[in-house]
C-alpha cells in the first residue's frame, strides 16, 4: 500500500508499505508509531509519526506543524512522517493505503499549503 513520506528536510515522496504495516511504516518514521488526526487534514486522511519523537529531541516536521495546528496549540510534529488513509475494518480502523486519486489529492494540498515550495514530482503526482 502507498503513503506519502514527508521528511523533516522538506522532501516528499510516494513509498510503498508492505506488511505487518506497523512495521514498515516504523522504519519511515524511525521508530514507534503513532496516529495523528491533524485539525488541517480533511479525514479520511492522517498522519504516522514516531511516538518517542519529542523525547529522542527529532528536528521539527515543518510541513506536519503546519497540517498539525502547532500555531493554534504549541504542540509540534518532529521527525519524518506519513499520510495514509484509515479505513474501517468493521472491527475498527485501521490504515489504508492512497490510491492514485488519494496522491493527486494531497500532492496538490501539499503544494497549495507551502505555496510551491514542495512538490512530488510531476510523473508521481499524476501517475501514482
Excluded: W
Excluded at 515543518?62 to 488513509?85: A, P
Amino acid at each position: 500500500m502507498k503513503g506519502i513520506v514527508i521528511t523533516t528536510r522538506d522532501e516528499i515522496s510516494v513509498q510503498e508499505f508492505d506488511q505487518p504495516i506497523h512495521k514498515s511504516l516504523g522504519k519511515a518514521v524511525g521508530g514507534y508509531i503513532e496516529h495523528v488526526r491533524p485539525m488541517f487534514l480533511p479525514r479520511p486522511y492522517c498522519m504516522i509519526v514516531n511516538e518517542e519523537g519529542l523525547l529522542k529531541g527529532l528536528p521539527t516536521n515543518t510541513f506536519g506543524c503546519v497540517l498539525y495546528g502547532t500555531v493554534h496549540h504549541g504542540s509540534q510534529i518532529v521527525g519524518d512522517l506519513v499520510l495514509m488513509k484509515e479505513v474501517n475494518t468493521g472491527d475498527g480502523l485501521d490504515f489504508g493505503g492512497l490510491n492514485d486519486g488519494d496522491i493527486k489529492y494531497l500532492a496538490g494540498l501539499i503544494e497549495k499549503v507551502t505555496h510551491g515550495a514542495m512538490k512530488l514530482p510531476a510523473a508521481v503526482a499524476t501517475d501514482g
